[in-house]
Structure formats: C-alpha cells, structure tokens
C-alpha cells in the first residue's frame, strides 16, 4: 500500500512539474478565415450560355469602337516629305563633309495638297534612326541648371559638353547641344503661310522645368564642333520652346517633334512652296529627315492601329461565339454530366 501511495505521489509530483515546464512554440498558424481561405467568394459557372453572351458582349462593344477609330484616323489628312536627300547637290560625294561645312544650305519643296486640310496644321519634322533614348545621351543634361538659375554650376551629369573654355554652357549635355536646326517656311501663290510656333511645348514643361530666370550662356560657343541650333541668349529658357520640345527625349529611334502651327485652312490641289534650310547633320548616321504636315480628329494624329486591334478583338470574339453556338446547338451536353469523367468512360483504366 505504502509503494503504491508513493508512486501516485511521484506520479503527481511529475505531473506539476511537466505543467510548469514552458511549452515549445506551435507552428501551426492562428487560425483565421482568411489564412484558410474561407472568405466568401465569386465562383462563377461557366455554362455555354454565360460564354456566349460575353464574347458577343465583347463584340458589340468592341467592333463599333474599332469603326469609330479607323474613320477618325481616315479623315486626317497628313502630307510627308522627306528631304535629306533631295536637298543636297547632285554633284556631292561626301554629304557629310557638304553638311558640316558652313554655308547657305537653302531648300526649295513643293507640295501638293491632297485633301482639305483644316486648321489648325500641324508641322513636324520627323528623324528616322536617331537614338534619343540612348542611356548615355539621355542622362547628358541638368535638370536643376534648366529650372533654377542659382543651379547653374550644376554640371556633373552633363559631360562632355559642360564647360568650354573653363566657362559654364548653359544649357549643358548633349541633349542641348544636338538641338534641331532645320528651319522651314510656307507659301502659297506668292503668299506667306505664318507658322505659329507659340504653346508648342508642354505647360508643364514651361512652367515647371525651365526657368523664366535661366539664360543661355556659352552655348554652342566651340566653333569648331557645332551640334545643332544657337539659342538667343537675352530670352529665358522658358520662352525657347523649340529646345523644351527638343528635351522631351523620344522612346524610340523614329520620332516626330512638333514645329509649329499652319492656322489657316489649305484647300484641294493647292500647291504649297516650302524653302527650307538642311543644316542638321543626319548623313554621318544614316538618318532621315522627314517634313510633315497633319491635321488631326478627336483621337488625335493618324493612326490605323487602335482601330485595326478593335476591329480584329471584336471580329474574334464574334467569330468564338458563333462557333460556340453551333457547337452548342449541334452537340449539347448536360451541365455537370458524370459520365464525362475519366474514370466513368473508362471504368476498367487507371
């Protein structure tokens, strides 16, 4: 009796002492409705009906957008020009060496009008094959020396053109420096075409990015390696809009920046007399130089594209909903059918 009320005790004894020992971390997570994943949820059935509808929802909303588009960008009316070629001398063999001597480089175009192009008309000129987006032209300026007058030593990130002489360029980098140079002017019968080139630029960029207090100074200063255009040294930065439009860095190597506005209507078959002067270096890399003018709709300039990826979503997906209706209609099946499982087809199988 005495051994058997001992081990009870000692049985006890370990009992309380296994309760007061610390218990190991569980690592089974609180439990929650959302860690288990019993939140309510939306767990459409897909039935032929319900696909149906909604590939032909997609179509009728998607094939009279695709129309709009395509006739918007149909009525603009757009007019390209290409002139690199054509502007330099039939006896010139080294269009480089003609391009980076100084001169009077002058150019007459004509162009016809095709179709009644109303105002405003948009002039830009278009380079094929330049990289605007490589990494190192793109990081070659300052944005605090364009904004900020007090920021004008403000050069480390704009080498190689940062200083010349010791002095400071203002606007410095490489983006400045290649600034386009073309210039172009418009007639019709004997009569000047005025190009407004005011509010080309961003507002954004006007108000915001370049400085109404920041003046050009040293630009283009080394005769002997010359980018691209000059810059008025008693007008702000945030007046000279051709360099805040030139800034606005392209993502791609074929792009069109914005010159200025024709504001005056051009009627069928008129004949328009561009002289132009071809100053801008685009033969040492193989370039083009294109002279455009546009109209534009309430989806902007020309563009087939929106219109084509409409056309071809909606045309598919009426295209998937027929097919699927005569699928259905033909050969039904009964939702949730068991017969269609894998082990009722083929009981004997595994």
Request: hydrophobic fraction near 35%; charge should be positive.
């Amino acid at each position: 009796m005495m051994s058997s009320n001992t081990a009870s005790s000692s049985a006890a004894v370990a009992g309380s002492a296994d309760s007061a020992a610390p218990r190991r971390n569980s690592k089974k997570p609180k439990y929650s409705r959302f860690t288990q994943q019993e939140l309510p949820a939306c767990k459409p059935i897909l039935t032929p009906r319900w696909v149906i509808s909604a590939f032909l929802l997609v179509s009728v909303v998607f094939i009279p957008i695709g129309v709009a588009s395509l006739f918007a960008s149909r009525d603009v009316v757009e007019i390209v020009d290409r002139y690199d070629n054509d502007c330099i001398p039939d006896n010139t063999t080294d269009k480089v060496n003609y391009i980076q001597t100084p001169g009077d480089k002058s150019c007459n175009r004509s162009i016809t009008v095709p179709k009644r192009m109303k105002q405003p008309i948009y002039v830009y000129y278009q380079l094929d094959n330049f990289y605007q987006n490589h990494r190192r032209y793109v990081k070659s300026r300052s944005d605090a020396q364009l904004r900020d007058n007090s920021s004008a030593s403000d050069t480390s990130s704009c080498k190689p053109e940062d200083t010349y002489n010791g002095k400071i360029i203002v606007p410095c980098g490489l983006i400045a420096w290649s600034l386009f140079n073309d210039t172009y002017s418009f007639s019709r019968n004997s009569s000047q075409l005025n190009v407004n080139k005011k509010d080309i630029s961003w507002k954004s960029d006007r108000e915001h990015k370049f400085g109404s207090d920041v003046y050009p100074s040293n630009f283009q200063s080394n005769d002997t390696v010359i980018g691209g255009a000059s810059l008025n040294s008693s007008i702000p930065l945030s007046q000279q809009e051709d360099l805040i439009v030139w800034m606005r860095t392209a993502a791609l190597p074929t792009f069109r920046k914005l010159y200025g506005r024709i504001e005056v209507d051009l009627e069928p078959n008129d004949v328009i007399s561009v002289t132009l002067q071809n100053n801008y270096n685009t033969y040492s890399f193989n370039g083009k130089k294109k002279l455009v003018l546009s109209t534009t709709s309430w989806l902007g300039g020309k563009n087939d594209f929106l219109g084509i990826a409409y056309l071809t979503v909606g045309g598919l997906c009426f295209f998937l909903a027929l097919v699927f209706t005569l699928v259905y209609l033909v050969k039904p099946r009964r939702l949730g059918d068991p017969s269609y499982l894998s082990w009722n087809r083929n009981p004997g199988g595994h």
